[in-house]
């Protein structure tokens, strides 16, 4: 049986029904093993652009990309060029590109489709893996949120393509040589959307235009960012800022870290240790600097809001044993955000807690949710199994916080947070990528893993300068890894210093078990804590980073329009150049400087591939013309390889 509209397919075989649609500047596809397609739009929930679909017995057709039913097979056109296709079986393997498994007791079932793999394909995108390769081609990837690990399903492929698996639940995804295969383990529909446009820059703006387009960057907030783990006390973290100023560095933001708070839960400043909330905010204000504090998702019992989450049932569930889901600091609970009176309820204890000082920025941290045991389908949200839902609460997390702020007028919303899936761009989410480890190791990673995320749809994202913990503030070797770190931070959307460092201080107070006193804290992390040579480098690229705040703000904007991450894969500007698919350790900021980060201790030169054009160095102005070769240049310490593409 076919149904046709306007801009729509859907086909019934029997054993399941098959809807393909034109959305946006492209094709949705979905699919269900028996009933009727149910309308959820998780990532495709704003109206489409309107499409010029073309619908017949066995095709639709739009914006330059064709779907074709070939048998009960789908194959995906640009013209007459064959994008992919679903895997195609011999009839005796009895196994169709499409399975479905039921699930005892359940609505919902497990579902798999494998696509054709192709020789030479490059894939990228995705989000976050940190033991994933920059091309993800022959990778397996958990399609699950962790801490460090962020799964933003959807994929850019050489051979002309977008892919969006629109689908929060729990799964993976193999890029393997003999087969493309999405799977599972709980959904109650198979939903993928696919687009096509002869540049991969496009491609990313018909998913942008479908998915949503990321809220603007402050200009503001384009400078230096201080924090680390923790500032204990409000004259600790005004002593910071005071110095900042007398030394004629400028701060655009200072960051209060967690447990300035009594009990998890209570989203609000431990008197005892922040005596005057507002006095402080009045003074970094007076010196041009904003604060940002960090709010947890979790909710301890002894907390005073708990009983508000716990009788209201804005409280994530587990399905059986004790009700908790996490055991850091005390054992708590998981607020629920995918429940609409939970994020109305968490946000009214920010704005009385906090927005009532003039505190209009948060650290969401912990966003993932980070669960102690991952085991999925052992915790429930309003909107169903975490095994099928999962995925999607760090977008719902930071939507708490962004619809709260615009229906009160703050201007300029940016909250840094530690996860994120398709359309958190929208909620003006700046992301993170977690707690990592102090090594050049770990800053390959990074940088790999931050070209793939700006290709997943998320512009706003960076790394804790220097990685998060295993830092000695008086190794040398540190030392060098710090610079190295920070002059490619001076090159992301924002430039922010981050970090546990050794060796730990301890806490403030012995024998309590709650409080701003309980928690302990690293070293210094200021620019002037790791002696006089590392402050001179720092603060002189401080000051390159002033400098090119003009330029950030023109690039962020292009962003919120085109889709396009401030941190460019060099295919992004390069695409018909088949040398810089690959590149992983360079890329573009913004449409016209080339960054080389040093990535190697002890390197004082680097190899730079340099596309075809004209470049110019950074530093001596030197002019290169490239027909696309490789070039040799000297990294001192205090100098990054930079390049300004020269236009005309």
């Known amino acids: 049986m076919t149904e046709k509209t306007a801009t729509s397919l859907t086909v019934n075989f029997g054993h399941e029904t098959v809807r393909l649609e034109a959305w946006g500047r492209g094709i949705r596809v979905r699919a269900v093993p028996m009933g009727e397609i149910p309308e959820i739009p998780w990532a495709l929930d704003l109206t489409p652009p309107a499409s010029d679909a073309e619908v017949t017995d066995r095709s639709v057709s739009c914006a330059g990309i064709r779907c074709e039913l070939a048998g009960d097979r789908l194959r995906f056109f640009a013209g007459d060029c064959l994008l992919f296709e679903e895997q195609s079986y011999p009839w005796a393997l009895h196994e169709r590109a499409r399975s479905y498994k039921t699930r005892e007791g359940s609505p919902s079932f497990a579902a798999t489709v494998r696509f054709e793999a192709y020789d030479g394909e490059a894939i990228h995108g995705m989000g976050q893996y940190r033991n994933a390769r920059y091309d993800l081609k022959g990778c397996t990837l958990e399609m699950a949120q962790r801490n460090s690990q962020i799964t933003v399903p959807f994929l850019l492929s050489s051979r002309g393509y977008g892919f969006l698996w629109n689908n929060p639940a729990i799964g993976r995804a193999v890029f393997a040589e ?10 109650r529909c198979v939903d993928y959307w696919v687009t096509a446009a002869p540049t991969p820059a496009e491609i990313l703006s018909n998913y942008d235009d479908v998915t949503g387009h990321a809220s603007p960057l402050p200009e503001s907030l384009l400078g230096l960012w201080q924090c680390k783990l923790r500032y204990r006390t409000q004259e600790e973290l005004l ?59 979790t909710v301890d019992p002894r907390s005073k809001n708990y009983p508000g989450f716990a009788s209201g049932g804005y409280l994530v569930r587990t399905e059986r044993g004790l009700p908790y889901q996490m055991n850091f600091l005390g054992q708590t609970s998981f607020y629920d955000a995918t429940n609409p009176g939970a994020r109305e309820f968490a946000y009214g204890i920010l704005k009385e807690n906090y927005g009532k000082y003039g505190v209009d920025m948060f650290w969401l941290d912990e966003a ?55 359309g958190s761009p929208r909620y003006g989410a700046l992301v993170w990528s977690g707690d990592i480890e102090s090594s050049f190791r770990e800053m390959k990673v990074q940088l790999a893993n931050g070209l ?77 804590s790791y002696g006089d040579e590392v402050y001179e480098i720092l603060s002189r690229w401080v000051g390159i980073r002033e400098e090119l705040k003009p330029y950030i703000a023109e690039a962020a904007a292009e962003s919120v329009k085109t889709g396009l991450p401030m941190m460019r894969a060099m295919f992004l500007e390069f695409p018909s150049d088949p040398a810089v698919w690959a590149l992983w350790d360079q890329y573009m900021f913004g449409p016209d400087y080339l960054i ?53």
């Open 452 to 528: 793939n995320m700006g290709v997943a749809g998320i512009p706003w994202w960076i790394s804790d300068t220097g990685g998060f913990y295993g830092g000695n503030i008086e190794d040398p070797a540190f030392r060098e890894l710090l610079v190295r770190w920070f002059e490619w931070a001076v090159f992301m959307p924002v430039l922010r210093m981050h970090g546990d460092r050794a060796p730990n201080l301890g806490s403030l107070a012995q024998g309590v078990d709650h409080g701003g006193g309980f928690c302990s804290s690293g070293s210094p992390n200021e620019l002037w």
């Open 596 to 648: 080389a980060p040093v990535t190697e201790a002890g390197a004082r030169e680097r190899k730079v591939y340099l596309p075809a054009g004209i470049w110019e160095s950074f530093w001596d102005r030197t002019r290169l013309e490239s027909s696309g070769e490789w070039v040799t240049v000297p990294a001192p310490l205090d100098r990054m390889p930079v390049f300004r593409r020269i236009r005309g």
């Open 239 to 297: 002593s910071v800022a005071r110095e900042y100023h007398r030394r004629g560095i400028q701060l655009d933001c200072i960051v209060i870290d967690f447990f300035h708070w009594d009990y998890q839960g209570d989203w609000s400043f431990d008197p005892e240790y922040w005596p005057d909330p507002a006095a402080m905010v009045r003074e970094l204000k007076e010196m041009g600097i904003r604060l940002m504090v960090s709010v947890w998702p």
């Open 178 to 187: 003999n087969v493309t295969e999405w799977h599972v383990d709980a959904t």
């Open 368 to 422: 993932e949710p980070e669960y102690a045991v991952n085991d999925y389908e052992h915790y429930r949200h309003f909107i169903g199994s975490s095994l099928e839902t999962g995925n999607i609460y760090p977008r719902m997390h930071s939507m708490m916080v962004y619809d709260g702020q615009k229906k009160d007028g703050v201007p300029d919303i940016l909250n840094l947070v530690r996860c994120a899936w398709v």
